[in-house]
């Protein structure tokens, strides 16, 4: 049973490009959330999708955007990357909005 | 005020002794309360849930005081395994699983 799996696992960008990460979440498991960690620091909530819709989003500006498809799978984006958002990007799957979550490896983004 | 706070540490402790690690929150209304633990460079994983009448696991025990919105992680007879980060999270009543983690505490147990 594969838990829950990001790609990529590290990537290199600089500063205003965009960025795509990908979660397919643990098998049986239909809702995503999503969490930025930068260094030293504990993760940050950045969004959760049920349903193939955004359900509720945390203090994150309109940069971050993101899509849930058919089959549970997610995608975060990062538009116009500023220095600031160099982080490991952490997904988290659960069986409905309120199950216990899995998290992913990450993926670990630096921004030059 | 921040809505979960934790010491950061490091505690650096040999094995076998005893640790505590304390974290309080700020809303009230939360109903669920976590430990994580996560390993250097790697993602967090449950350690245990925090219910009201406090719980134990093994060496772990977790206790919540609600009239003082604190929660307590204790670990008894140190491992070197267990160094790592623990993570104290909150499930905010949005109605919806959001949680909210703390800065973590580094725990460094040495021979």
Known sequence: ?112 | RKEVEQDPGPFNVPEGATVAFNCTYSNSASQSFFWYRQDCRKEPKLLMSVYSSGNEDGRFTAQLNRASQYISLLIRDSKLSDSATYLCVVNIPTGFQKLVFGTGTRLLVSP
């Open chain 1, 1 to 112: 049973d594969a838990g829950v799996t990001q790609s990529p696992t590290h990537l290199i960008k600089t500063r205003g490009q965009q960025v795509t990460l990908r979660c397919s979440p643990k098998s049986g498991h239909d809702t995503v959330s999503w969490y930025q960690q930068a260094l030293g620091q504990g993760p940050q909530f950045i969004f959760q999708y049920y349903e193939e819709e955004e359900r509720q989003r945390g203090n994150f500006p309109d940069r971050f955007s993101g899509h849930q498809f058919p089959n549970y799978s997610s995608e975060l984006n990062v538009n116009a990357l500023l220095l600031g958002d160099s982080a490991l990007y952490l997904c988290a799957s659960s069986l409905s909005i309120t199950g216990e979550l899995f998290f992913g490896e990450g993926s670990r983004l630096t921004v030059l």
